[in-house]
């Protein structure tokens, strides 16, 4: 297994254009993660999935945002609309159950430039 | 509301000194505390944990302190190395939580 990937690694966009990425988790996790980071901040918690269900989403997550994860394996991050404030690193991480002591193992992300 | 801070947003060491990295939290029903190292252009990857139940976690070069009366968790890397220069966030969660809050992250120099 090589880890968590992401794909694509870099996506510039004009603004009002929807776009999507893609995120093939370590094929054992059954939780499935994304966040997002912005320049000088710590990541922050988008939403996870347990198998193919949505658990929980973060006020983040505004209605232009929708993610999926149709068969418990790969997920999808969309942006529709999308505005120069979207601009950021898309991160998806996974994990086993509950992280507990051991976190998640991320992916290099998605780095999405709104121009 | 930040709930996890790291107020330091940059540190330098000489090569074969400690470094220490400092993070406080404000949410009392953390029970994990994880450091993640982040090289550019790379995800986060964990480095070491702690949790509520314990004051101390060792790992090789690396050691997290837990002090929960004062909400505030260090992480200790000695003899610092030049390949420890990078990103160290500080993320912490609640037992029944799905997800980790993180701090701003501090950003390590160890200079050769």
């Known amino acids: 297994d090589t880890g968590v990937s992401q794909d694509p690694r870099h996506k510039i966009t004009k603004r009002g254009q929807n776009v999507t990425f893609r995120c093939d988790p370590i094929?054992?996790?059954?939780?499935l993660y994304w966040y997002r980071q912005t320049l000088g901040q710590g990541p922050e918690f988008l939403t996870y999935f347990q198998n193919e269900a949505q658990l929980e989403k973060s006020r983040l997550l505004s209605d232009r945002f929708s993610a999926e994860r149709p068969k418990g394996s790969f997920s999808t991050l969309e942006i529709q609309r999308t505005e120069q404030g979207d601009s950021a690193m898309y991160l998806c991480?996974?994990?086993?159950?509950?992280?507990?002591?051991?976190?998640?193992?991320f992916g290099s992300g998605t780095r999405l430039t709104v121009v | 509301d930040q709930q996890v801070k790291q107020n330091s947003p940059s540190l330098s060491v000489q090569e074969g000194r400690i470094s220490i990295l400092n993070c406080d939290y404000t949410n009392s029903m953390f029970d994990y505390f994880l450091w993640y190292k982040k090289y550019p252009a790379e995800g986060p990857t964990f480095l070491i944990s702690i949790s509520s139940i314990k004051d101390k976690n060792e790992d090789g070069r690396f050691t997290v302190f837990l002090n929960k009366s004062a909400k505030h968790l260090s992480l200790h890397i000695v003899p610092s190395q030049p390949g420890d220069s990078a990103v160290y966030f500080c993320a912490a969660s609640a037992w029944t939580g799905n997800q980790f809050y993180f701090g701003t992250g501090t950003s390590l120099t160890v200079i050769p």
């Open positions: 991480a996974s994990s086993l159950e509950m992280t507990g002591s051991v976190g998640y193992t």
């Open positions: 094929s054992e996790h059954n939780r």
